[in-house]
């Protein structure tokens, strides 16, 4: 398998290592107009070519499949242009769309595209919330409520700032927080049908001047969920909590019992001083007979330096892999994709608004 990247900021250098470790697998192409992040990128891939367009990537023979990790913004146009070009395989970067505008042009490539599209929400294979997704039905005896928290840094400075503003992101609900949505559909198996959320920007990039534009991404907030099935979700996110000792909790809960995981946040992030990194968690804590058990869930450290994402960006890799080589469907699909931007979209608009959203 010969891969062709577009795009090689933080999160495509991230694609690369993981890819590098796969058995049979190359880095073919790369496209990335920033010079420094080129650079970078040669470093990490320094057989690949460089193209200057996606169009010259396209028109070489050596690329078996895309990844694309551009800004938020240009996912669509760019799997358009694909589309109009050469429809290869891809795995394309969350989220997959940023204005509810887009949406018809999403569902048109997704009956019309020829090839696997799979979408690059990887956290649901971090190994413990891989096994919280494992048991957790069955723990819970089906679950009534389902909570995520994530308290972690600060947005991290990209390339031309695009992340700073919402125009280019989708708005913090979206950009972020489209993980959070697509785990808890995937947990739920159920469709959300109302959403309330209250949040906004407290601390974070209120000091930094873009020209004479302010940053206007969220930093905080909170999101409650109703689903089909009556299950009820929620959502608390703090961006300036990066001194936690995890940084994703789940907690899922049930007529049974309840089941929780804890990740902690990138490696390299954890201050030295106090020694090694917290390791992964599961805990499960029955009705009865009351007493939790608890599980650690230690991640390959290989897999840890390759990426802030607790592993899981390999095994999505090695899951897109298979799926390419199988021609079986993708296990995070378009309509996936689509799902959770919708549910950050409609999150956004309760926040922005002050209301409840139906869906």
């Not at 240009?74 to 891809?90: D, G």
């Not at 089906?142 to 308290?151: K, P, Y």
């Not at 899951?319 to 549910?343: C, H, K, Y």
């Amino acid at each position: 398998m010969r891969y062709g990247i577009i795009g090689c900021g933080m999160m495509g250098q991230e694609h690369i290592r993981n890819i590098r470790l796969l058995p049979g697998v190359t880095v073919a192409a790369i496209a990335e107009p920033d010079p420094g992040m080129r650079e970078t990128a040669r470093a990490l891939a320094p057989d690949a070519a460089f193209c200057d367009s996606i169009a010259e990537l396209l028109a070489r023979r050596d690329i078996d499949a895309l990844v694309i990790a551009t800004p938020n913004h240009q996912h669509l146009s760019q799997l358009e242009e694909i589309a109009a070009t050469r429809p290869l395989p891809v795995l394309v970067e969350k989220p997959v769309y940023t204005d509810p505008a887009e949406a018809p042009r999403l569902e048109k490539l997704q009956v019309s595209y020829p090839a696997l599209i799979w979408v690059a929400l990887e956290y649901r294979y971090m190994p413990p919330i891989a096994k919280f997704l494992s048991l957790a039905r069955e723990e819970t005896g089906g679950i009534a409520m389902l909570s995520i928290r994530e308290h972690r840094f600060p947005f991290l400075p990209k390339v031309g700032d695009w992340n700073r503003f919402n125009r280019n992101t989708g708005g913090t609900m979206v950009e972020k927080c489209c993980h959070f949505f697509d785990l808890m559909r995937l947990t739920l198996n159920s469709e959300p049908v109302r959403v309330m959320a209250s949040a906004g920007q407290a601390l974070n990039h209120l000091e930094e001047r873009y020209g004479d534009e302010i940053p206007d991404i969220w930093d905080h907030g909170y999101v409650i969920i109703d689903f089909a099935n009556g299950a009820r979700g929620m959502l608390e996110l703090c961006m300036f909590a990066e001194g936690s000792r995890y940084q994703e909790e789940l907690s899922a809960i049930g007529p049974r019992g309840k089941i929780e995981a804890l990740v902690p946040g990138p490696g390299r992030f954890w201050p030295a001083h106090l020694g090694p990194a917290p390791v992964p968690r599961v805990i499960v804590s029955p009705r009865m007979p009351q007493g939790p058990r608890e599980m650690e869930i230690p991640v390959d450290p290989t897999l840890l330096e390759a990426g802030d994402h607790n592993g899981a960006t390999f095994y999505q890799h090695r899951l897109f892999l298979e799926a390419v080589q199988s021609g079986t469907p993708p296990a995070v699909s378009l309509s996936d994709g689509i799902a959770a931007v919708r549910m950050g979209l409609a999150a956004q608009e309760a926040a922005r608004e002050g209301r409840v959203v139906t869906l």
